[in-house]
């Protein structure tokens, strides 16, 4: 590959974890280069967390190389061709050359090579198929520099075979779109999209949901998210996903606090248990599954709440609930205006929930027993948050034995 420019000085190029791993793959003088994300990511000054190397050496070699350094080496994809060296607490993927032999639209049987041209042809875009020397030297077998300045994001070679080769690049098209693409979107793509749209059936729920919500933790996600339905793409992964008013509404009003759980709430238009039927689907974790479901229905917040009011939401819901809450119901203004949507959402940084002073010893002491325990507590604590918290722990005491009497 001929050079295509360098990249000017990158201090994590000259880190010492990164010098340790590239000293060790290239002991016996082979080649080896930075490749994708942290390439893409320098050109275009970004930060980035992982930092992958590709060399022609085969996973065998590296783990001889790596340990003979005196580094960790972890076979996290032999079959692949990637192994996982530990330097300096942090983790580097390294990944062998390679060409598909077979391909399944889910899976790909590999085999190595020592030809970057070949490595760079079976990747997904071109702006992931930059290379990089450890001196900044860079490569772009297959015009992504071009693209990436542009806002171009375009399958490498033929659009239609690289989704057929792996369906979950279909979605990585539109999370790429959203974090470097400008308008319009590559025709092609859009395209090779729609036409395989079915295959997005094959893959699994944890996959699926992993691309949605890294795309929706992007800026202004709204906009590729409708893309996705012109492209017939998103009925096949959530139907109830169709307010793409409030998501728009909501990514201008949180920027900086971005949350793709409650991005997710915002798209979506649903009964709550529909809600939470989805999240099955997509396979989200408990906690998220629940928080999206919660979400479903939003309480009366507006602008205009006194603390009163604030105060009581807030105990009942908790912090994180709260603000959820809070920008969902500010999504709902179209306009989004009013001077009261900010301090209400800083509202829990100015009141902290008090703790009910009273337990379940508390009721037992007076006699009570059983259900008649939970119900004289719920009714005490009912009575405390109607007189704002202020009642103490002495005037609640009182109330309780009004309640056991």
């Known amino acids: 590959m001929r050079p295509a420019g360098k990249l000017g000085p990158q201090p994590w190029m000259q880190s010492r974890e990164v010098r340790l791993v590239v000293g060790a793959l290239t002991a016996k003088r082979q080649t080896v280069r930075f490749v994708g994300g942290c390439v893409r990511d320098s050109v275009v000054q970004r930060e980035f967390r992982e930092v992958d190397i590709a060399t022609p050496d085969d996973p065998g070699t590296v783990s001889d190389l790596l340990a003979a350094a005196g580094l960790k080496a972890i076979p996290t994809g032999i079959a692949h061709g990637t192994v996982s060296a530990i330097s300096g607490g942090r983790t580097f993927e390294i990944t062998t050359l390679r060409v598909d032999t077979e391909t399944t639209g889910r ?42 300045n542009a806002g171009r994001i375009r399958f490498v070679g033929n659009a239609s075979a690289r989704i057929a080769e792996d369906y979950l690049r279909i979605l990585r098209f539109f999370r790429f779109f959203a974090y470097y693409g400008s308008p319009p979107a590559n025709a092609e793509a859009m395209a090779a999209c729609r036409e395989h749209a079915s295959g997005i059936a094959r893959l699994s729920g944890e996959r699926i949901a992993h691309e949605l919500l890294r795309l929706l933790g992007a800026a202004a996600p709204a906009a590729v998210v409708q893309l996705m339905h012109e492209a017939g793409v998103l009925d096949r992964i959530a139907p109830e996903a169709t307010d793409f008013a409030r998501l728009a509404h909501l990514s201008r009003r949180d920027g900086d606090d971005p949350d793709p759980v409650r991005r997710l709430a915002a798209l979506l238009r649903a009964e709550p248990e529909a809600i939470r039927a989805r999240a099955e689907v997509l396979r989200l974790s408990n906690r998220n599954r629940d928080r999206l479901a919660g979400l479903a229905a939003l309480p009366p917040v507006s602008p205009t709440a006194d603390e009163r009011v604030l105060r009581r939401a807030l105990y009942a819901v908790g912090r994180e609930k709260f603000r959820d809450d809070v920008y969902l119901r ?74 056991a009497a």
């Open 107 to 148: 899976h790909a049987t590999v085999a190595f090579t020592d030809d970057w041209a070949a490595d760079a042809a079976r990747r997904d875009f071109t702006v992931n198929a930059l290379y990089a020397d450890p001196d900044g030297t860079l490569y772009d077998p297959t015009g992504g520099l071009p693209d990436l």
């Open 330 to 403: 500010w999504a709902e203004d179209a306009i989004g205006t009013h001077p009261g949507w900010r301090e209400v959402l800083t509202f829990p940084d100015r009141w902290t929930p008090p703790v009910f002073p009273l337990g379940g010893d508390d009721a037992l002491a007076l006699g009570l027993n059983g259900a008649a325990v939970g119900a004289a507590l719920a009714a005490v604590e009912a009575w405390w948050i109607g007189e704002d918290f202020t009642p103490d722990r002495a005037a609640c005491l009182d109330r309780l034995g009004a309640e």
